[in-house]
């Protein structure tokens, strides 16, 4: 199935986000129940593309796994459906999914529902700096409740099937990826350090960038569980605030003194909400957002933010931190 582009945009236009998503990604997503269990692989192809001027989406999956979530999920066809593609609204047509999609830059927040899967889905798609990463993730609702997750990281291709050199670079890329599935964010728990970076700042109404900020985490483990964390944010957005952080399994609790909340990790992911106590002490600035742990090894995270007053988005916040011990 497919859709017509924007006609807005021009038969003969794509949007920026089209462009930045040109080519195939490859990936091998992990999957998790609702508690935060790995409980199965999906390798993944998939790509969007624009066709005599139809915009049109497939994934071509191999679900590996066991359980009920194995029954479920499995489609038994590839995906495919239609879009209209606008950097203001992606329309998703079906048949196989029904929603919208809104890019912020380099970042894109979609909800949709699958009829296959019979889920509700919030997926946030994120492209790196380098232009050839993205971090995706796929949070699955029955109604309000999750009843499963699936994310991981992709990397794109333009020549997988005539380049031998690159198919063996997707090869080793989806290995490496099934062996970090699994593997749950656990922070630093022996070794102080910090996340720093420059993150891009897009204001949700207007959907632009209107600047960068640089964001520094420094991080102070109290014990095997529990850590001390100071925050800092300086350019197109300033913040500043102390929280420590309790893990007890796949859970995260924050417990002052500025920040108040809690997370689950769903592997490297964790999905956590941050009310952010300022100088009213009232709690009315607050973050939803996604936390990746690229690799347990050279430990970057892969940040969006979603700033919110009250229940009104203000800002998304999104890129790369990368770690530093401290010396």
């Avoid at 992606?90 to 919208?100: A, I, K, L, M, S």
């Avoid at 605030?241 to 689950?264: I, K, M, S």
Wanted: charged share 25%.
């Amino acid at each position: 199935m497919t859709a017509t582009a924007d006609p807005e945009a021009g038969a003969d236009t794509t949007s920026e986000w089209q462009q930045r998503i040109e080519g195939e990604w490859h990936g091998r997503p992990s999957l998790f129940d609702a508690q935060g269990n790995h409980v199965g692989y999906e390798h993944v192809v998939r790509a969007s593309v624009v066709e005599d001027g139809v915009s049109r989406y497939w994934m071509r999956t191999n679900l590996e796994g066991s359980g009920p979530l194995r029954n479920r999920f499995e489609l038994g066809a590839d995906f495919d459906f239609g879009i209209v593609d606008s950097d203001q609204n992606r329309v998703y047509c079906g048949p196989d999914f029904y929603g919208t999609g809104q890019p912020y830059g380099f970042f894109v927040e979609a909800n949709y529902y699958s009829p296959g899967w019979q889920a509700d889905l919030r997926t946030w798609n994120q492209v790196l700096p380098d232009g050839v990463t993205q971090v995706y993730s796929s949070v699955l609702h029955d109604g309000w409740a999750v009843c499963a997750v699936f994310n991981g990281v992709y990397k794109r291709t333009l020549d997988h099937e005539t380049n031998p050199e690159t198919q063996t670079f997707v090869d080793e890329w989806i290995a490496a990826e099934t062996r970090r599935g699994s593997i749950p964010q656990v922070l630093p728990t022996k070794e102080a350090g910090a996340w720093t970076g420059t993150l891009s700042v897009e204001d949700a109404e207007t959907q632009t960038t209107v600047g960068q900020t640089d964001v520094r985490i420094d991080h102070e483990p109290l014990s095997l569980l529990r850590a001390r964390q100071r925050v800092t944010w300086q350019g197109a957005l300033d913040r500043s605030y102390t929280l420590e952080r309790y893990r007890d399994g796949a859970r995260v609790q924050y417990d002052g003194p500025d920040v108040f909340g809690n997370a689950v990790s769903y592997g490297r992911a964790l999905f956590t909400t941050q009310h952010l106590m300022g100088a009213d002490a009232r709690g009315v600035e607050k973050i939803r957002g996604r936390e990746f742990l690229l690799d347990p090894q050279t430990r970057d995270l892969s940040i969006v933010w979603q700033l919110l007053s009250g229940e009104r988005t203000t800002h998304f916040v999104h890129g790369l931190l990368t770690w530093e011990p401290a010396a």
